[in-house]
């Protein structure tokens, strides 16, 4: 059985959109009622889908993942994952989306950390009226990074890099989920806590999955970067939860934002035999890492 899709590649939306006659942009609001069934909101039982376009003509699929026994500031919205499932295939822009429901005003604030947000088509097909309106207009008056940071610093998904390393005087244990969870925090967006953070998970069959602690200058609706690897595990074609084995957590040392309590929570609830080891990591001064307090 093929794994259910979160990404569609350019030449295959085009087919698709060609052959429906439509735009891609009309093509995203077609995908949504299929793309709910892949939803987890086994509290709620309420499915949500966001399926996106991004500025490379690829499509993304976004779903609401719930966890069962744990608060639910745990969960995952829909555009939230759609936005983790764009970082993690390194697309540039989020052109337009169409949602299932109208974004919850959580998800219409983590929606501010990508660039020109105010200008992202939404369609909520929910609503009697069909048509795409801009994310300005479902939150007219905004509070977002420029509040907080430089107006050239890099947001979420655009490329940056936060100069961490793992201590070099401390023999640290081998393991091999060492190297991507580094490479997930150094990816991380973090720049109003300066506390990057990145989680590598390893399932049953060998596969590695990462994530990106991702922040919102509304620091509530921040996603956690256990949450942002088990998007990447649900996107990749994972399964039931229990599949996940071994984990790693690279956060930086003396954080003001610590990771390691809430992961080890999350995991203990949906994998009970998964294993989980922090590592600590250095920053580097960076001269160019302007959202940085290193």
Known sequence: MDPPKFLIQASEAQSMAEAASLTLPELLPTLVSAAQTLARPPISNYRVAAVGLGSSGRIFVGVNLEFPGLPLHHAVHAEQFLVTNLSLNAEPRLVSLAVSAAPCGHCR??????????DVEILVTSH???QFSPLSRFLP????????????SPLLLEPHHNALTLPQHVALPPHKLKLPALDAANKSHAPYSASPSGVALLDSLGNVFQGSYVESAAFNPSLGPLQAALVAFVAGGGHDYHRIVDAVLVEKDAAAIKQEDT???LLQSISPNCHLTTFLCHSQPHSDQLNFSL
Do not use: M, Y
Not at 147 to 152: E, M, R, S, V, Y
């Open 109 to 118: 604030q983590f929606l501010q950390e990508v660039r020109g947000a105010g």
């Open 128 to 130: 009697s009226t069909q």
């Open 141 to 152: 008056h905004s509070f977002g990074p420029s509040d907080l940071q430089h107006l050239d």
């Open 263 to 265: 992961a080890r929570l």
